[in-house]
């Protein structure tokens, strides 16, 4: 406990009075002709629209300025709903130095759940791509009371009245009103204090409203600090940001740890342009939710597979049992021996490297995984290529990460240690609690389901289930809420049961079920991009997926994914029937979220039908 407290008073006197705009300023001061931001809005093809810190910096005045103008005060909240792109880090800046609280809002949101939204925390400023976002705001910007100035980046929709003002003619008011009066921005962001709030994130419940999680200055100052002592980064950060900027993740890695070190971040704004942009960047540094590596795994995997020459297959696999078995030497921050070192660097320039090179992964030097448990079989399929990647863990409430592994604290198959300066520990029914600076002050306007949140003394409850080993490092097990405790009374984690069956390359995703049951069943979907090329190789004449997922041939290859589940499985948690859906699974179709999470109760309730039948009699189904 002393060294963690030591730690913490580290941090805090590193960040004490600091404020993002002050942390922008000397990085500003640093690198002012470097690239800060690129994004592909208005390129067709290879390349980039970028702006240096300098271009940045200012840009980020000039919209402070006019939001002044428009009569923004300290403490208001600004809403956003674009995708990641430099006007969108832009304004989320510049209102950060006029003194309000500007808020990322998915871009998935219904308009009923945007009404509840701009409701509760009332918005003076909104800030839209373009038609579809209007069309979300909608019911909102005709309930509200509280909006005076809607922003439009596509300047061809936006509406007749006085407050709807197009991108351009906003940054322009800013440049006029810095001529001005030259000083308000730098009053009002000289006013901003550590324990203001830098942001309010809506979180994407997947049952009643959304809760809007404050964090401040201090938090993520805080974060970025105690992180990077674990991640001991080495060298330049390239980044590729390809989550919305509503996700604490994405926020954090590719908007402020930018702002307090430097670096060059490219803003993606479609996910399914991830793989072309690697292939450009080569970032240097990679954050992947586990749904993305799994992807990436299943199209390596399917190329190596399609080698025809036998001697080179063996080749490579010989290669990645060597990369693997390197990482493996490097867990609880061991060294290899001089031997293995050797053959991995033969390895590892022959084949693994240029294997790592055609995923643009090859300059990456530290690589992580977060927002789901990672499937042990991927990490391992990624240290075979050479690649460490460091699973963390952590929630929104906690600004990011609590845990992490780093090249000092790293095992694969676990989140790693608690991050310098904060406290881990499990409650009495293996709930993880966090405590430290990381911690939110709280849900905004949400006294009560603060309270549940973080107790007396100061432990946030993270309703995830953990395990930790003997040498510290914390396992997640499955959500609190999400355990599955059958008739019998077997506890069952969900999440470890479809991890394996998603080992299959056709298998897209997967739900368990079983609560209060006699056993557990399954859904599963096809994997949109896999599936057509099996079957094609296979000889099979389809035009849908939901024709492939009911021709015997796929269907068999589902049933080996369980079967094959099943064979590591205990009997309690063994899938004894499944059924395989016609359909693919999306954000857009609500059964995940952003980030590529199941919605449980979504699927619960949109496939009620199918659970049931999966439990009637052989016959009946």
């Given at each position: ?164 003002v197009a991108w351009s003619d906003l940054v322009e008011r800013g440049r ?205 399929f990624f240290a075979g290529l050479g690649m460490r990647i460091y699973d ?217 039908d199918v659970l049931d039948r999966l439990y009637a009699p052989v016959g009946?189904?």
């Amino acid at each position: 406990m002393s060294d963690v407290l030591a730690q913490r008073a580290e941090i805090e006197e590193q960040i004490a009075g600091l404020t993002l705009p002050a942390t922008l300023e000397r990085v500003v001061g640093e690198r002012a002709d470097e690239p800060a931001y690129s994004d592909k809005v208005g390129v067709d093809g290879p390349g980039w629209r970028t702006v240096t810190w300098g271009d940045y910096h200012e840009q980020v005045l000039d919209v402070a300025a006019a939001l002044l103008d428009r009569g923004v005060r300290r403490g208001d909240t600004l809403a956003i709903m674009a995708a990641s792109r430099i006007e969108h880090v832009v304004v989320d800046m510049a209102a950060v130095h006029a003194g309000a609280t500007p808020m990322s809002i998915y871009a998935t949101l219904a308009p009923e759940q945007v009404l509840f939204v701009a409701g509760h925390s009332e918005p003076t400023v909104v800030l839209l791509e373009g038609a579809d976002q209007l069309r979300r705001w909608g019911p909102a910007l005709d309930a509200s009371g509280s909006i005076h100035t809607v922003v439009l980046l596509d300047e061809t929709v936006v509406p007749d009245g006085e407050k709807y003002v197009a991108w351009s003619d906003l940054v322009e008011r800013g440049r006029t009103a810095r001529s001005t009066d030259p000083t308000a921005v730098a009053e009002a962001a000289a006013a901003v204090r550590p324990d203001d709030a830098v942001t309010i994130l809506y979180t994407s419940g997947t049952t009643g409203h959304p809760k809007g999680v404050v964090l401040t200055h201090r938090n993520v100052l805080f974060e970025a600090h105690s992180s990077l002592r674990t991640a001991a980064p080495e060298g330049e950060l390239v980044w590729v940001s390809y989550l919305p900027l509503a996700h604490i993740a994405e926020r954090l890695l590719g908007m402020y740890v930018p702002q307090v070190m430097g670096g060059h971040a490219h803003l993606v704004a479609d996910p399914s342009q991830l793989v072309g942009a690697l292939a450009e960047v080569h970032p240097t540094r990679f954050f992947g939710v586990p749904r993305v590596w799994e992807k990436i795994q299943t199209a390596l995997s399917a190329r190596l597979a399609a080698e025809p020459d036998e001697e080179r297959r063996a080749a490579v696999a010989e290669a990645m049992a060597t990369g693997l078995e390197h990482v493996e030497a490097q867990e609880y921050g061991r060294a290899p021996s001089p031997e293995l070192t050797a053959r991995f660097e033969v390895v590892d320039e022959l084949a693994l490297t240029p294997m790592r090179a055609l995923l643009g992964l090859d300059r990456v030097e530290w690589a992580t995984s977060a927002a789901a448990p990672m499937p042990l079989e991927t990490a391992r399929f990624f240290a075979g290529l050479g690649m460490r990647i460091y699973d963390v863990y952590g929630m929104t409430e906690t600004t990011a990460a609590v845990t992490a592994g780093g090249p000092e604290q790293f095992r694969l198959g676990t989140v790693g240690k608690p991050l310098a300066g904060i406290e881990v520990t499990l409650a009495e029914d293996g709930e993880i609690l966090a405590r430290g600076p990381v911690a939110t002050p709280g849900y905004f306007r949400q006294d009560e389901a603060t309270a549940a949140l973080i107790d007396a003394d100061g432990w946030v409850h993270t309703g995830d289930i953990g395990a930790l080993d003997d040498d510290g490092f914390l396992r997640v097990v499955d959500r609190k809420k999400e355990m599955i405790i059958t008739s019998s009374g077997k506890n069952v984690a969900p999440s470890n049961i479809e991890n394996l069956l998603k080992e299959s390359p056709v298998v897209g995703h997967a739900l368990v079920f079983g609560e209060g049951r006699p056993y557990c069943v399954a859904v599963l979907t096809l994997d949109g991009e896999v599936v057509p090329v099996v079957a094609q190789q296979l000889g099979i004449e389809a035009s849908s997926l939901a024709e492939l997922a009911q021709h015997p041939q796929i269907v068999a290859m589902a049933q080996a994914a369980v079967d094959s589940a099943n064979a590591r499985l205990s009997r309690p948690e063994q899938i004894k029937a499944f059924e395989l859906l016609p359909v693919e699974w999306t954000a857009e179709s609500e059964e995940l979220t952003p980030t590529l999470k199941l919605k449980r109760r979504v699927v619960h309730q949109k496939y009620a039908d199918v659970l049931d039948r999966l439990y009637a009699p052989v016959g009946e189904r």
